[in-house]
């Protein structure tokens, strides 16, 4: 008994020092390599696994066959990129994606507008008067504008036959492009021959009087847009009027009824045939042309267009 106690007093002593010098179950994360954002925390009791960012926990913690636990863990780690990979998309992307859309959508159908409107109600004016002034103001000299809206009724069939025979032949077979006058501009250009133009009674409706002039692609597809517009919403009546009341015939003067009475004294209801020839004759380059003494080249065209009546 008595040799007993000094003996299990040293066990006891020893077994306290060991409990002493093994570390308390720690907390450490578990993450799952294939999903960075799922971590967790568990009571791990194996001591050898803690994670530490002491470098003799970190060595001790390393065996023969492969790195400890501590750079398994950071090598499972996303990285920076992966990160910012997986954090979601600003609210800023979005709204740049509404705005191109709407702007898509107006530039579609904002041409409609104007175009459905200019069905029933004559036009106050045209973008080519406008520009007329502009010029003028610019170059320091007056500009009296001449415009007289008249209903198709009121303007003479012969020049409604001459200006159909002079700029568009096809007007009431195509939809708004002639294209196989465009095919024949094409080869008299590859053949050599200065570019002409090939645009219907439709397009230059549309150029007068929504457009600016200019040859530029903007504007042409814009054009095109516009005549599409044109020819699903008037029929060919209204946009024949719309043209012979729009059409620039002189400085300052647009609209067949303006032409007729500065020429040639009457309402545009009365003109003759040789009257509505010379006046088509004009259309191609109206500042150029007057028909109160006419070039021999005026002459010509009013002639040709005389056969084609």
């Not at 198709?152 to 012969?158: K, L, Q, T, V």
């Amino acid at each position: 008994m008595g040799s007993a106690g000094p003996l299990r007093r040293l066990l006891d002593r020893l077994s306290g020092r060991r409990n002493a010098e093994k570390p308390p179950p720690r907390m450490r994360p578990f993450v799952d390599p294939s999903d960075p954002r799922s971590w967790s925390w568990e009571v791990d009791p194996d001591p050898a696994h803690v994670l530490d960012d002491d470098p003799a926990t970190r060595e001790s913690t390393t065996d023969e066959t492969g790195p400890s636990s501590f750079e398994a863990l950071r090598a499972a780690r996303p990285t920076r990129s992966r990160r910012a990979a997986d954090r979601p998309r600003p609210r800023a992307t979005g709204h740049l994606r509404r705005l191109v859309a709407f702007s898509l959508l107006f530039g579609i159908f904002a041409p409609a507008i104007p175009v459905a409107l200019l069905r029933f109600v004559p036009p106050l004016g045209s973008a080519m008067m406008l520009q007329r002034w502009w010029d003028a103001r610019a170059e320091g000299r007056a500009f009296e504008l001449e415009y007289d809206w008249v209903a198709s009724d009121g303007i003479a069939r012969s020049l409604r036959s001459a200006v159909v025979a002079s700029e568009d032949q096809r007007f009431y077979e195509h939809g708004g492009f002639d294209w196989k006058e465009l095919r024949n501009a094409f080869d008299d250009w590859r053949r050599g021959d200065s570019l002409r133009g090939a645009s219907t009674i439709s397009q230059q409706v549309a150029k007068n009087l929504f457009l600016w002039p200019g040859r530029s692609f903007l504007r042409k597809l814009i054009e095109a847009w516009f005549t599409l517009w044109i020819e699903w919403l008037w029929p060919k009546e209204r946009i024949l009027e719309v043209y012979l009341n729009i059409a620039e015939l002189g400085d300052g003067v647009f609209g067949a009824e303006a032409a007729s009475r500065r020429y040639f004294k009457r309402p545009a209801a009365k003109l003759v045939p040789h009257e509505s020839a010379l006046l088509a004759a004009m259309l191609p380059s109206p500042l150029r042309s007057n028909p109160l003494n006419p070039s021999e080249y005026l002459r010509k065209r009013q002639r040709w267009i005389l056969r084609h009546l």
